[in-house]
């Protein structure tokens, strides 16, 4: 597993694929080639967990311990590059969909007269753009934000950016994630200076929303009603 292709199509003889934290997650090991090379108790973990969770259909002979077939062969490749494509298309795709919502929310922020600055770390309060002013991606109290407000009334708002396919991949995206993040901010930097936000576009569980809302504090906007978070920005005077 030398290089990130390689590691990719190991990962993909699961089903389902298995992602790389996950993988690490589960065999207690790294991935790293170099770690490898030396702690041999972590490339077998590793082995022995993709073993486990193979998949049976594209794979018949690993459970039977036997050499596949020209035909089984081919058809697993076949089968393992389609599901490699799909799977890089759908990612290219949330990417592409998520930068355009970053910029949608840069736009807003500009038409209800913020400026945008130069985007710096924000370790604490004081390093944060000045009322009025946003910048880009950054890390604030050392957790990445999509983009950072300072509201007219001092206050911080990180915004995320959220795009979801599925209600399933809302939990991860919007509880996992930005709730995650959110209960960051408000220990590091206090809950009376941040008011963390999400732009939500897609598809998002209901009971997801409400969860981050109601547990993790944090205010949802759809990226279709951006009005709402232009309305709301010029109200927090």
Known sequence: MEGRNEQKAFRYLTAPPISADDLMTV???TL?????RVEPGDATRIRDTVLAIVDPHRFPWVAHDRQPTKEERDTAV????ALAAAREVETHRRSASQEAQEQAVKDLLKNAGFIEVAVREIPM???APNP???CGETRLAGTRA???VRLR?????PIECKV???AVNSYKRLVHDTGGKAETWYRQLGAAQVIPAAVLSGVFSPANCEDVQNNKRVALFWQHRLEDLADFVRRAK
Do not use: K, Q, W, Y
């Open 164 to 166: 979801s396919n599925s």
């Open 153 to 157: 009334d001092s206050r911080v708002m």
């Open 78 to 81: 076949v089968a393992s590059a």
């Open 32 to 36: 790293t080639p170099s770690r490898l």
């Open 125 to 127: 309060l004081t390093a």
């Open 27 to 29: 065999a207690d090991a």
């Open 132 to 134: 009025g002013e946003f």
């Open 146 to 148: 999509d983009v950072v």
